[in-house]
């Protein structure tokens, strides 16, 4: 590409068209002026050839020669033109007269005229004339001739012929010197502009190229650059902008170079300190080691003389314990030994820690079980767990029974991670799970995950947790205690035996540490462990986290578990034909749960009376002693189930071969003295409620409204709250929340009680804080069994009421009256009354709300009327009540009317067939 400049450009794109433009201009004139001379000179011409041939015309016919020629001699004078010769021809072509003989031709030859009346020939600077002359008479054919200038008529004969000859050279003088003084000024006038344009670019380039060059100058560091040429006030703001930005950028500079010196100066400074400072501190490193090395051996001297008063003292008050003391002393016994344990532990754990950081720890390499070991962890820190009413999950792999290592080292990781977690849960859970992998017939991995759901720890605060003598922060010391070396000594063990030891955690959603450790075996671990007999387990236990712990064992004894999580489920299995090699029945910590346990085991005997059942209970020392008696006829063992539990607990079984099945005779009601309140807005459902269980011994409170169950639940405390879910004023939803917030019934279960929902809407209400739902018409049994899952004060949960059907008969269904009023004819009547007296307002209402499209009111309403009709034997009413809730809800409005006409015609039936029942019975 073509780099031009601004003054290339300007010459380009002005002066070369302007010059241009000009000498086409000036060659445009010169050809039309030369050629307006040429038709003048043409045209005087012309004109001096016809008056000659005029003035001749007469001579030539009278023959008057010198007259003639004196003729020819005044036009050749007087002539304007430059005439050098002028002659008369006869028209043989024959000289007749001339003005001047020199040089003349004697003879002119007619043909040149080529039958033309006139013809001029320009020969260099002359221009020869020749014209035929006519007769006078012959006018009329000089006009046509002259028309054309050829003569064509032999009346038009010629009487001679007028030869003239001019010299033009002054013409062309004059000519030449008219185009050349034209040259000469556009010459001028181009130069003029030339000038003038250079000029106009000068004054543009030069600033242009100055601002350039002090560009150039500043990019280069030259920051003294300056424009200080002379500029257009165009060019003026941006002279001051770049010369403002030089100062600018000087005086930055300036500033940066000093600051550059101070810092340069203030680093040198500070090298000089930090080598002095590196110099202390390398002293300082060297005291501290030596310091270190004092502390550690005075740590672990002082623990061992504090070891040797301990052992005194522990074994004096083990000693102590065994003998009956009275209490208080017996307590003060207790309160010595656990103090000791406590202290020993503090001191063990100061004696670990001064090893690992004077370097001195050393792993033993021995064989060991570490099936056996893990239990035994597990054997010691559940209790501790099940003491706090946690739960305690232990799921395991398959483990080695052949370990080369260090057995009391991983006793003590395992212990630590465990007892952290447990102490620092409130409530909650706490579960370790053990896994292997194994690479080589020698070599496997074991990872231990122990998850909690305590206080959690924040993201700032995990790394403060593996430094010694330090927790999350002061208060959690001064709440939970302990001395914050249990997890630095499981750091520096885990570093130790080339583990890995890592922790996933958040405030207030518990904590997660994961310990990966490779270990060595003689043998991999047999997969299944032979318990003969043992195919199927059936297992009952509510605590789902559980289950896959269940399933681990059974995996790995060869056996297929059936694992229940609610009684239900579990007595159906019982009840079935499939034949179980054992009944597994774990235990909750809570007294109810215990207080069922020899109830749901006489129930599996009774069933099942060749397979046996085992028990699972959290503590057995919790077990009151009155109810240990029930426990006595079947094996128990302690949560949570381990392979080893399990083996010997089998072996036995299979070695005593004592079976034991005793029955529960009759039906095991609910316990008496429940305190239970139902909330709802319709009579005729609590009225029912009280017949039913009046006599199954429930102290029943009823009211019509949520403000009313408010004011109630200040005042008393129930064990089980029936709630309706819509209701006016306060629905069921908000009754509970603001039961919950109140401080007697918080802990309360509240059942829904309601004629009907739909999944979603059962799965909304347990969100919405209540515990369970109940469906109307109430089913004892379903009633029963929420009563003994949720109220403590219950004996079983087998109650076996038969549930009631209901057909979809119009009218009155007579026979399932009276099952829902517990073959009580008159309760049966006054609830049938007590609908029949509804019929009248609810249709009223109901025709107010569907003429207005109320739809929200009218779902209410047949909600209501819904709840009525579950209680009193008119399936068909019920069942058009209860299609057209459903309707309602889902928002779809099709024949509407058609189904209100509908319920409305049923209900005309149902208190026509009424009145046809006799009162009394």
Same mark, same amino acid.
């Given at each position: ?279 202390? @501190?390398?002293?300082?490193?060297? *005291?501290? =080691?030596?310091? /270190? &090395? #004092?502390?550690?051996?005075? !740590?672990?001297?002082? +623990? ?38 406590? @202290?020993?532990?503090?001191?063990? *754990?100061? =004696?670990?820690? /001064? &090893? #690992?950081?004077?370097?001195? !720890?050393?792993?033993? +390499? ?46 003590? =990781? ?508």
């Amino acid at each position: 590409m073509i780099k031009r400049s601004i003054q290339a450009n300007a010459f380009l794109f002005a002066v070369v068209p302007t010059l241009l433009t000009a000498l086409f201009v000036t060659l445009v004139l010169a050809v039309r002026m030369s050629a307006e001379r040429d038709q003048l000179l043409a045209s005087q011409a012309h004109n001096l050839a016809e008056a000659i041939a005029f003035a001749s015309e007469g001579h030539l016919a009278n023959n008057q020669k010198a007259q003639l020629s004196a003729k020819l001699k005044e036009i050749h004078a007087n002539a304007s033109l430059s005439i050098e010769k002028i002659a008369i021809y006869r028209p043989s072509g024959h000289l007749y007269v001339a003005s001047k003989y020199e040089d003349i031709s004697p003879v002119f030859n007619p043909i040149k005229l080529k039958n033309r009346m006139y013809q001029t020939d320009r020969r260099g600077e002359k221009l020869i004339i020749s014209r035929s002359i006519m007769s006078f008479d012959s006018s009329k054919v000089l006009d046509d001739a002259w028309q054309d200038d050829t003569v064509t008529s032999p009346l038009a004969a010629p009487l001679g012929y007028v030869y003239v000859e001019i010299n033009i050279s002054s013409q062309m003088f004059y000519a030449h010197r008219s185009n050349l003084l034209a040259g000469i000024l556009i010459l001028l006038g181009t130069l003029f502009t030339s000038v003038l344009m250079r000029v106009l670019i000068k004054r543009i380039v030069d600033p242009v190229v100055s601002i350039v060059d002090t560009i150039k100058k500043i990019g280069a560091g030259n920051l003294n650059a300056r424009v200080d040429i002379p500029v257009q006030y165009e060019l003026n703001e941006l002279k001051i902008g770049i010369n403002m930005m030089a100062s600018e950028l000087q005086e930055n500079n300036e500033r940066l170079e000093e600051e550059i010196e101070t810092a340069t100066y203030d680093l040198q400074q500070n090298l000089h300190l930090v080598e002095e400072k590196n110099a202390q @501190l390398d002293i300082a490193r060297k *005291d501290a =080691l030596e310091a /270190s &090395k #004092i502390k550690s051996q005075f !740590l672990a001297t002082m +623990s061992h003389e504090i070891r040797t008063p301990l052992t005194a003292i522990m074994g004096f008050t083990k000693e102590l314990s065994k003998i009956e003391l009275q209490q208080p002393y017996n307590e003060y016994v207790n309160t010595i030994n656990a103090s000791a344990d406590n @202290l020993v532990a503090i001191v063990n *754990d100061i =004696l670990d820690f /001064s &090893k #690992i950081e004077a370097g001195k !720890l050393e792993l033993d +390499s021995v064989a060991y079980d570490l099936q056996q070991t893990v239990e035994d962890v597990i054997k010691l820190v559940s209790p501790i767990a099940f003491g706090k009413n946690l739960s305690f999950i232990y799921e395991s792999d398959r483990l080695p029974t052949a370990v080369i290592g260090d057995q009391h080292r991983i006793k003590q =990781l395992i212990t630590n991670l465990v007892s952290n977690a447990i102490k620092f849960t409130p409530k909650g859970h706490v579960a370790i799970r053990i896994g292997m992998l194994c690479t080589s017939s020698t070599q496997c991995e074991i990872t231990i995950e122990v998850e909690d759901s305590g206080i959690g720890i924040s993201h700032d605060k995990q790394a403060k947790l593996f430094t010694a003598f330090s927790q999350a922060e002061s208060s959690t010391t001064r709440r939970f205690g302990g001395t914050g070396l249990g997890l630095a000594i499981c750091q520096g063990l885990v570093k130790q035996m080339s583990g890995k030891l890592s922790l996933v955690s958040a405030e207030g959603k518990g904590s997660t540490f994961t310990l990966t450790i490779p270990i060595t075996v003689t043998q991999k671990p047999q997969t299944f462990v032979d318990m003969p007999g043992l195919d199927r387990v059936l297992i009952l236990d509510s605590e789902s986290r559980s289950h896959t712990s269940y399933e681990k064992i059974c995996q790995q004894v060869g056996a297929t578990p059936t694992i229940c999580n609610d009684i239900s489920s579990w007595e159906e299995q019982v009840r079935s034909e499939q034949q179980y090699d054992l009944i597994l029945i774990a235990s909750d910590h809570d007294e109810e749960s215990l207080e069922l346990l020899p109830l749901q085991a006489s129930f599996a005997s009774k069933l099942a009376p060749d397979t046996p059942v085992m028990l699972v209970l959290p503590l057995l020392s919790r077990v009151a002693p009155e109810n240990r008696g029930d426990l006595a006829d079947w094996q128990c063992i302690e949560k949570p189930l381990t392979l080893i539990k399990l083996n010997s607990a089998w072996q036995k079984i299979q070695d005593t071969k004592r079976l034991t099945s005793p029955a529960i005779d009759g039906e095991t009601k609910v316990e008496s003295h429940i305190r239970m309140l139902a909330v709802d807005d319709n009579e005729t459902n609590l009225k029912l409620l009280s017949a039913i269980l009046r006599e199954e011994k429930v102290d029943l409170v009823t009211c019509t409204s949520g403000i009313e169950a408010c004011d109630i639940c200040q005042q008393e405390v129930f064990d089980l709250i029936l709630m309706d879910v819509q209701m006016p004023e306060m629905d069921g939803v908000d009754t509970t929340k603001h039961l919950r917030l109140q401080g007697l019934n918080q802990e309360t279960p509240i059942i829904a009680f309601t004629a009907h929902a739909f999944k979603e809407e059962r799965d909304m209400l347990l969100k919405q804080g209540m515990d369970d739902y109940l469906g109307k018409p109430i089913d004892i049994e379903k009633f029963n069994n929420l009563v003994n899952k949720w109220v403590r004060k219950t004996e079983s949960d087998n109650i076996s009421h038969k549930s009631i059907s209901s057909n979809q008969s119009a009218g009155i269904d007579w026979s399932l009256s009276l099952k829902m009023a517990a073959n009580k004819h008159q309760v049966a009547m006054e609830m049938l009354n007590m609908l029949v007296d509804t019929f009248a307002e609810m249709k009223q209402d109901i025709d107010a709300a569907r003429y207005k499209h109320d739809t929200v009111e009218l779902l209410r309403l047949i909600h209501k009327f819904h709840g009525s009709t579950c209680y009193t034997g008119v399936p068909k009413l019920k069942s058009l009540s209860f299609s057209l809730e459903s309707q309602l809800k889902k928002g779809v409005l099709v024949n509407l009317n058609e189904q209100v006409d509908t319920l409305f015609a049923e209900m005309d039936k149902v208190a026509q067939e009424l009145e046809l029942i006799p009162v009394n019975h």
